[in-house]
């Protein structure tokens, strides 16, 4: 049977990955924002100041000086994140994570998806996209992408397992079983994936499942009291998952690329 040997939430957040004295590239983008949800509301920029003026004190916590310090705070505790997960070596990394249009858009939103292809690459920076960004979104974009295109295995049996698992579980979860692509190649996955692959993992090829949550697109997003019910289904079907009956190959002995352990996947 599978073990959950390690689990831990983390943000991606852009400012993770911008220089404290460039966040105001990011405020240059909220100002055009029209409109702004907070508290069930939607609000324009300046309404938005001015339902929260007195709240808080924007101006302090904005200072070089107290971002610098949140920053480091912040880096220190992504530092303790990799490391803990170095200790720890898992075989499989499950990350469940939003997906802010990169594989799926108006055609079709899933409101849960699970990935199980034989492999997800998390592409290099696509320059072509780099270029419709403002200049504080492709800056903290650098964060999710590495300087070439990274392949993992995906154990296609654990993968299956937890989709067997959702559906016994009453949740008619989406599949998709291909990267999607365009004209100028493979669709890398989400950043959601891709920052942990970059900032935790360090890019070793851990095999990884890949699920992905529609967080932000009305009318479908799950509700969290949902999304902690699937978090309970994915965790059954891990510890629910004969690996040794399917044939799933340990990867320790650094073996992530070889062909045979790929073969296992297959039959897994
Ligand atoms: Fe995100």
Known sequence: MAKIVYGFGSSHGPLLATPPERWDLRAADDRKNPAHP??????????LVEARRGEKDFVKASSLEVRQSCFERNHRAMDRLAERLAEVNPDIIVVVGDD???????????SFTVYCGEQVINAAIDPQILKTKSPGI??????????????????VGLATAIIEQAIADEFDVAVSMEQRANERGVIGVGHAVGFVYRRIVKDRPIPVVPILLNTYFLPNRPTAKRCYQFGQSIGSAIAGWNCGRRGFRCPHAHGHQEPRYQDDLRRA
């Open 138 to 155: 492709a800056l903290a974009m650098s964060a999710s992408h590495p300087p070439e295109d990274q392949a993992y295995p995906v154990p």
């Open 100 to 110: 802010q249009h990169e594989w799926f858009y108006e055609d079709i939103q899933p």
């Open 38 to 47: 907070f508290r069930g509301r939607i609000y324009t920029f300046p309404e």
